[in-house]
């Protein structure tokens, strides 16, 4: 069996390509032969990584900055990157391609004789929320165009997936939502298949929760929340005068987090850029914290419950609630303030604190690795197309 992967960035740090290359290694150890392409060059060692041709790319990305092409929900540049993937598919002969990305969903070519799949890795809601909220930002007339634009490019991809043979979706609150955006009649084709934690033994050092050390893990941009994660820290840092903030990850938000922070002299926080050391943020923290306005999965929290490290989330869309469950918080969306006490309750609370800890732990088995890659095996080797 040959399955093709589609990101939008091979090279990224992001938790859709980080869950993407480590789903591909897996799947190799069980014998299925994977690869994967991007519409950015790859320059890593990994010969199942693919580019696109120097000219396909440019000829790509030109179509891409088009006006004509905005217009018209990128109509043109999905068409062009559908042709590219549509000649890789073949040359493989491929029996799956399985898009990790939702931008690039009227991209994926369903007319071979392979299967398709589409993973969620957002909330629908959230995400195409969140870029209208980006676009209202903008003067009148960009905000006009914008919006025109913004619109036939969802259009384009609610038309696009009903079209895959399946519809991954991460939680299971999320088969109500992508039922709704493609107009699903029946939710047959729709797979729940979370992302896994690349374990599948219990962790021997976990958190002692003595570290004076709160963490924050991921993407530092707009729909991360990342301003509203200083905020509330500021509020914190008030209460908690012996707690450092340490924020882990990189991204186009780091200059104006930082000038935040020393305009408002923010005490004990430290942005220490992307680290893959996972044992050694987790083990030396006493609580993970995102503060994201939609979320389609939240690979840190089940990264941190793993360590024993209990999470603190806004009950945003569409998943940190049900994966959380009752091994750590979620505060009501986007009450700075109750966050801020949520946190400062917790930490003043070792009792409590030990008691989600034990949870955490128990609760982070649910995605081992050898639980959730039984479920992709199932997926592709069904018959149904």
């Known amino acids: 069996m040959k399955v093709l992967f589609v990101v939008s960035d091979s090279t990224a740090h992001g938790g859709t390509e980080v869950l993407t290359f480590n789903l591909m290694h897996e799947l190799q150890r ?20 693919l580019n696109m041709e120097h000219t396909e790319l440019s000829h790509y990305r030109k179509l891409l900055n088009s006006p004509l092409n905005k217009i018209t929900g990128n109509r043109h540049s999905d068409t062009y990157l559908k042709n590219v993937i549509r000649i890789v ?19 994926i070519p369903m007319d071979g004789p392979w ?12 995400y195409e929320s969140n870029l209208k909220s980006v676009v209202q930002q903008k003067s009148f007339l960009n905000r006009i165009l914008s919006f025109v ?17 399946r519809q991954v979706c991460l939680t299971k609150v999320a088969y109500t939502e ?7 009649t029946t939710p047959s084709g729709i797979c729940h298949i979370p992302d896994p934690l690349m374990q599948s033994q219990e962790c021997t050092e976990v958190s002692s929760l003595d570290n004076k050390t709160i963490v924050y893990v991921g993407r530092l941009s707009h729909e991360k929340g990342v301003m509203r994660l200083l905020r509330i820290w500021k509020q914190v840092s008030a209460q908690l005068v012996d707690y450092t903030l340490k924020i882990y990850g990189d991204g186009y938000m780091m200059d104006e987090m930082g000038q935040f922070i020393k305009s408002n002299s923010l005490p004990r926080v430290e942005l220490m850029g992307y680290s893959s050391d996972l044992k050694g943020i987790y083990t030396n923290a006493d609580l993970c914290l995102l503060t994201s306005d939609t979320e389609g ?5 089940i990264e941190a419950m793993y360590y024993g490290v209990p999470c603190v ?7 940190p609630k049900e994966i959380i469950a009752d091994a750590g918080v979620t505060v009501t969306c986007f009450d700075e303030t109750a966050y801020a006490n949520a946190v400062v309750g917790l930490l003043n609370d070792k009792g409590r604190l030990k008691e989600l800890q034990l949870k955490s732990i128990a609760r982070a088995k649910d995605f081992y690795i050898d639980k959730v890659i039984s479920l992709w095996l199932n997926m592709l080797k069904s018959e149904n197309k």
């Open 115 to 126: 299967k398709t799949a589409q993973v969620f890795h957002w909330s629908i809601d959230g």
């Open 297 to 301: 999965f939240g690979m840190v929290l």
């Open 89 to 107: 598919a073949k040359e493989l002969q491929v029996d799956w391609i399985v898009n990790h990305t939702y931008d690039m969903c009227a991209a």
């Open 149 to 165: 634009s913004l619109s036939a490019t969802i259009k384009q991809w609610h038309k696009a997936i009903p079209q895959f043979d």
């Open 313 to 319: 989330s806004f009950d945003c869309p569409i998943s």
């Open 30 to 49: 069980q014998g299925v032969d994977c690869y994967l392409i991007s519409r950015n060059l790859y320059k890593g060692e990994n010969t199942h990584v």
């Open 178 to 184: 992508i039922q709704r955006a493609g107009k699903l």
